[in-house]
């Protein structure tokens, strides 16, 4: 009978604990964090589409093109996590990338020929929620589901015609994200994450130097894989 209370005694301390722990999970990762995305790569996809070319009041087909961007890429985040429950957290957060994108090639096609010009991306920033899972108090799994936004900037030179000084246009869109969150040391902790982002369509005329209107739709998506290290406050 001794024995048996002994038994039913550590049981009932163990499966307190593990209550304990799960109830401590999500809460190990409530609050406002930063975190700094240290190395990450980057690609940008334009969507070729049809337009026009405007000379002399008439409007000639034109299809448009742009290159890809790709390489590294860095960002600085701040946000928000709030505990549900023992295991589940509801955050907001947002991130920016600074500097600027590498410059590509972009071209404008129509039957008289094609112009070049380049362009890159600048100000790329997003806003976005964070469901969270505590696997326990030192792990946490999350998605992200917010919007997006940057610059591009482009320009065409050295053609016999459609040349332009530097354009700036804004595009928005929505962005998706998985990630994951190891604490290493107290309250510092590393991640990795994975983000997906799809641009709205966008309407965009450019005059040339030589008066000419180019009208064509900005659409593109892009993703970017990134690690760094955080920190919990």
Known sequence: MKNLLKISTFTISILAMAHVNAQSAAANWDGFYGQVGL???????????????IYNGSPIPTTFSADRINGPVGNVSLGYSHQINDTYLLGIGASIYPGSSK??????ATFLG?????????????IY????YAIDQDKLVY???GYTGASIHSSASGNLAGNFSEKSTNISG?????????IVWKSVYAFGEINYAVDKPKQV???TNDNLTLNSTAKASGY???IGVGYRF
């Open 114 to 126: 094609t112009t070049h010009g380049i362009y890159h991306l600048s100000n790329i920033f997003s």
């Open 39 to 53: 190395l990450g790569y980057g690609v940008y996809m334009p969507k070729a589409s049809s337009g026009t070319t």
């Open 129 to 132: 929620l964070t469901p969270g």
């Open 205 to 207: 005329s450019i005059t």
């Open 103 to 108: 410059t590509a090639t972009t071209n404008a």
């Open 143 to 145: 998605g992200k589901f």
């Open 174 to 182: 929505l962005v998706y994200g998985l990630g994951y969150k190891q």
């Open 224 to 226: 970017d894989l990134i």
